[in-house]
């Protein structure tokens, strides 16, 4: 059996007076430890044999601990629940567990937790440190708690500015500063007036959802109200969107490639399904770039990646698919080709026709390779005089093939 080489303690704001003489002894015997300066701080007196401070980016140092395997006894000092968002399960990347001695604090979401009289079960925890605030928006829904770990002193105000544009400016908000440690302070607001000042940088804000009544809340189906989204028609319509997303049908973990983008909605929804999800926006139009961008941030999922270019020499060297949607560019030379080429086995391919150009390619793509061939008619009713009548849109032939 491998030695237990690698010990990751968790520190709470407690300090050193939250550990066992055990932990300690553990911190101690080490020939390296690896820490941030304020961990490295708080064991300056037990005269080490090595301490290492975190570089940047931090996979420099999680390849020197990597690098120390076998060779010498390390200790890495990290928060709290060191596998809860924490540079535990980085370091497991790259090291068994059954290498590990582990030593857990209370999560500063459990902290929090504790503190506002929440169940953590049923409360959404989420990290926005170091990622884009417009990840919450998603969980925005009237009723619903959130718990936010934020990147700094600034985080709760901006997520309260972001919380008000959207239309929950009556959402009760918490700062809780410090949690656990003697400098603990807890301070109440809500988002449309959030007057806070002086926060410390180590915070978790509670978000209490509440909306008012034209609040942009994101349903969990698919088919977002065209409206939402920024475009110049080019657009796959809400209820085909829907057809479409049903069609892909997304698994957890798994990578869409949207050629031909558009106005990015079908990425955007597909992310939306679950956050393990990935999209790639492939559009070759700068203004139409610059609106799946806007459209993403919006939209909550910031992390939509773009690709400008045109299929299929865009699709080079990009992420393997585990489903692609063609909605635009179809008939183009060598697309339909590149696309089946890079899916995966057991991969999903849905190409929506809107021209009698793509409709016959899919036509002889159904014929010679199988899948399923569909026509989607969709009518809505408008004014018609004084009365109201069936407005058809343009039919869509939609063919979903399994590779």
Request: aromatic fraction near 4%; include cysteine; glycine fraction near 10%.
């Amino acid at each position: 059996m491998t030695e237990r080489w690698l010990t990751i303690v968790g520190i709470g704001e407690d300090g050193l007076d939250g550990l066992t003489d055990l932990t300690k002894a553990r911190i101690a015997d080490a020939e390296v430890v690896f820490g941030g300066q304020r961990h490295l701080d708080m064991i300056r007196g037990m005269n080490l044999a090595e301490r290492r401070r975190w570089q940047s980016p931090i996979e420099i140092s999680v390849e020197e601990v990597a690098r120390l395997r076998g060779r010498k006894k390390v200790c890495v000092l990290a928060s709290g629940d060191p596998f809860h968002y924490g540079i535990g399960a980085t370091l497991a990347r790259l090291i068994p567990g059954r290498e590990m001695i582990v030593v857990t604090s209370p999560s500063s979401f459990s902290l929090a937790a504790a503190r506002m009289g929440w169940a953590l079960q049923d409360v959404t925890v989420l990290s926005l440190h170091g990622r884009p605030i417009e990840l919450v928006r998603r969980h925005l829904h009237p009723g619903r708690k959130i718990l936010a770990l934020t990147s700094d002193e600034n985080g709760p105000k901006e997520i309260a500015a972001l919380l008000d544009a959207s239309g929950f400016g009556p959402s009760g908000l918490t700062v809780l500063e410090a949690v656990g440690g003697p400098r603990e302070k807890l301070r109440d607001t809500n988002a449309a007036d959030f007057d806070i000042e002086g926060i410390s940088p180590l915070n978790v804000l509670a978000i209490d959802v509440r909306a008012d009544a034209d609040a942009l809340v994101l349903p969990l189906t698919p088919g977002l109200p065209d409206e939402w989204f920024a475009h110049d028609g080019q657009i796959t319509k809400r209820e085909v969107r829907a057809l479409t997303l049903g069609a892909l049908a997304p698994r957890r973990g798994e990578t869409l490639w949207d050629i031909g983008a558009g106005s990015g909605s079908v990425g955007i929804e597909w992310m939306l399904m679950d956050p393990s999800l990935s999209a790639i926006a492939i559009e070759h139009e700068p203004e139409r770039i610059d609106r799946i961008a806007e459209n993403a941030a919006m939209l909550g999922v910031p992390g939509l990646t773009i690709k400008r270019g045109r299929a299929p020499d865009a699709l080079e060297k990009l992420a393997s698919p585990d489903a692609i949607f063609i909605g635009g560019g179809g008939t183009d030379d060598g697309v339909v080709d590149a696309a089946i080429e890079a899916l995966k086995p057991g991969g999903r391919l849905v190409a929506n026709a809107v021209t009698l150009e793509m409709e016959a390619l899919l036509a002889l793509l159904h014929q010679q390779m199988g899948g399923s061939l569909t026509r989607i008619q969709i009518a809505r009713a408008e004014a018609l005089g004084t009365m109201s009548g069936w407005k058809p849109a343009m039919p869509i032939t939609q063919w979903v093939w399994v590779k």
